[in-house]
């Protein structure tokens, strides 16, 4: 005997589902906990990385800013222009350091180019060689101490240095400059320059 018709305008009903059996139930409930574990755990795993980065980071720029001396590398685009400190092309052994208090800011500079590249720093300064001096140490101790540098009757050649200064009102920089001509092919440039923030 069949069951009868549902009456008209009824939904029929669905078939029963037979009961979950423990393994399904157990892969159901393992599945959800996978995606509940990705979704909470990977962005807070991502949160993790990104904090351990963000301190590793802070740590390196304060190791940076704590050294004494100088740094074997250039210093950036912005520090050169703010400085007026043009470092020419071609130039190697370029190190800088960088000092900044309430009172002074100074970038400490050296870098070996050719004769050429010297004649560049020089007119992009607005000088010429006519600027140097002979003998003329314009870095003072102070700085000299800060950085190791040794000029005339320091440790080089009497008569290798030429040095000047290119003072300018403030907030531009005043620059100290001395060129070591030790060697006659690559001169050796050291500048300090300072600024009133």
Do not use: C
Not at 66 to 94: C, D, F, M
Not at 118 to 136: I, N, Q, S, V, Y
Not at 165 to 185: C, I, S, Y
């Amino acid at each position: 005997m069949t069951a009868p018709p549902p009456p008209r305008g009824a939904a029929p009903e669905e078939p029963s589902r037979p009961p979950e059996t423990r393994g399904h139930v157990i892969r159901r409930r393992a599945l959800t906990l996978l995606i509940i574990v990705l979704l909470i755990g990977v962005p807070a795993g991502y949160l993790v990385i990104s904090a351990n980065q963000s301190r590793d980071s802070g740590k390196d720029k304060e190791a940076k800013y704590a050294a004494t001396g100088l740094t074997e590398a250039w210093p950036s685009k912005v520090q050169q222009r703010l400085y007026q400190v043009p470092i020419p092309h071609p130039a190697n052994q370029v190190a800088y350091y960088e000092t900044n208090n309430w009172k002074t800011s100074r970038l400490y500079v050296q870098f070996q180019t050719t004769q050429a590249g010297l004649d560049a720093f020089l007119a992009e300064l607005g000088l010429t060689r006519a600027a140097l001096k002979k003998d003329r140490i314009t870095i003072s101790g102070r700085d000299r101490n800060v950085t190791g540098w040794k000029f005339s009757g320091s440790g080089s050649r009497p008569g290798d240095d030429f040095g000047f200064v290119r003072a300018q009102k403030n907030p531009k920089p005043t620059l100290d400059v001395v060129v070591n001509t030790g060697n006659p092919v690559y001169p050796m440039v050291y500048v300090v320059s300072r600024t009133v923030p």
